[in-house]
Nanobody, 123 residues
Framework: QVHVADSGGDSVQAGGSLRLSCTAS????????MGWFRQVPGKGRDRVAA????????YYNDPVKGRFTISQDNAKNTVALQMNNLEPEDTAMYYC????????????????WGQGTQVTVSS
């Protein structure tokens, strides 16, 4: 059974940095995608970044381009999200997700989810 565990959320001031980590276990796919989503109360989950393990291709949504970096360690089945120059608008619950195959653009395309980790950015 696939298990996804995410961690690293915290409270920081604007301009600060955080590094989120995600570990997936219990699968044997060679082709899979891992992504980070965020959600604020009353809204759906928006994809922040994703990485395709097959070739390392990365995807970012516009608000985080140039500030966030997603990276992977295939040997350890881990994915990290380095978040720099954080803004109050980045405040949300962040979720790691995984799916076999290429990277979907929406949350509905992902199969396995972590429990979420809270990021709070104060001004």
């Amino acid at each position: 059974q696939v298990h996804v565990a995410d961690s690293g959320g915290d409270s920081v001031q604007a301009g600060g940095s955080l590094r989120l980590s995600c570990t997936a276990s219990g699968f044997t796919y060679w082709s899979y995608c891992m992504g980070w989503f965020r959600q604020v109360p009353g809204k759906g989950r928006d994809r922040v970044a994703a990485i395709y393990a097959g070739d390392g291709s990365t995807y970012y949504n516009d608000p985080v381009k140039g500030r966030f970096t997603i990276s992977q360690d295939n040997a350890k089945n881990t994915v990290a999200l380095q978040m720099n120059n954080l803004e109050p608008e980045d405040t949300a619950m962040y979720y790691c997700a995984m799916v076999s195959g290429l990277c979907p653009q929406t949350a509905e395309g992902f199969t396995y989810w972590g429990q979420g980790t809270q990021v709070t950015v104060s001004s």
